[in-house]
């Protein structure tokens, strides 16, 4: 039984568990009912953190969030939890926020800190752990968040499913869901500008092909091979990558998969004239080209670049570089002269060769934000993945240390405000992915990030699917599952050079 005081004093049931018995039963009972949870008494301080999970300690949000619900990694009986003038007393181990009241005290509280203590009662005896605090902001995150659920592993790679999430509260649906696609494998979700009017996907396979978005309006086009791809601010051409994907497995359990590609280029599609727009620096048979991205004015695509070698007995040696070359989004001209913004450099922190992956640019332009891993081209596997911020402006670049973990962190993108980004981490187990959220301040500044909160605190320990490139929007997309399947029936549109 959970129950909620509030700033009234009074109480009120928290799951539904007790409003519906409301009517049955007399005043007597329904307070005898609400006296069964144990208020704490005797207590006895402590001086570490609450082992909650996830880890919400000491960490900033945005003031839209959703209920942050979390477990106490004890074996107690009870768990009150005080956060400002919010309070929940709770049996067991679970603590579930009311989420009117939640949104309530985010507003009430924006730009301020709160203060949160949490207590126990662990054989017979009041504990209070040492309080914590969380820092809400008034720089909203945008509420709908894409992301493919995938097997860990990838053994299974015909069960994929595409989902939408609002991160305001708990409502999800489906956009790919392998079932009513045939058991296809299915790109990621890309949204222009964060833009649900304007997004694509990939679903892969004989008949597949880019479902494009547009106001609600599905179509499917022939743009072969498409992999990784980014729309131009104008949303009239993407940038795409070509790839063959060639899986290995590791027999060392700390790198379990391996990813390479046997050969990979760098294109534009016009998605106006339905035509192919190439450069041969963008498609040099000695080098491979992948992660292309346009910059937020359209006049560079950022992308990484690597020299070709004998693959896979050569993985090692794969360094990419992170670069950008002009574009001309009036015209659709590709530049003739490539700059290296990040080269292939011994790490003083790791004393390894650091490869360059998935640029993404914030909004505004100020920062670019991308992984770096000892090599190779596929970092979700590999445990020393971590991110990067480089300021635009001067050069300057942040290891982000604050962000980082000892597992794989990477698979990013941006708020539209350029004061989120949302990334997968598997900083829990090494195994599982999941989307994190990290503030930017007004002065660059990244705070400790957090995990996506769920209705039910128990959702990541029963969880058995990997959260795989995550993408923030600023509203819900106009279409679902079914609308797809549809629009795979479609004739395709062909591209041509």
Known sequence: MITKINRNGGRKGMRGILSPLTSYLSPLIFLILLSCTPTPENVQKRHDLPPIYPDYCDVTIPENIAPLNFLLRADCEAVEVKAGDLSINARGNEVVFDIDDWKDMLSQNADKEIEVTVSALIDDQWIEYQSFRWQVVKDKIDPYLTYRLIEPDYEIWNQIQIQQRCIENFETNALGHYEQLENRCMNCHTFANQDPQLSMMYVRGPGGGAILNQHGQLSKLDIPGSVYFGFSPSGRYITYSTQKIIPAFHSKPSKRLEVFDAGSNVYVADMQEHRIISSPLLSDSLKFETFPTFSPDGKYIYYCVADSVALPRDIKNLQYRLVRIPFDESSGAIGIHVDTLVSSHLSPLTSHHSSVCHPRISPDGRYLLYTVADYGTFPIWHPEADLQLMDLQTGAIDTLAIVNSEKSDTYHSWSSNS??????????????????????????????????????????????KSFNAPELGKGKVPFDVSDVAKAMKQESIVFSP
Do not use: E, M
């Open 419 to 464: 004061h989120w980004f949302v990334f997968a981490s598997k900083r829990d187990d090494g195994l599982y992915g999941k989307p994190y959220f990290c503030y930017i301040d007004k002065d660059g500044k990244a705070h400790k990030p957090f995990c996506l909160p769920q209705a039910h605190p128990t959702f990541y320990d029963n969880n058995l």
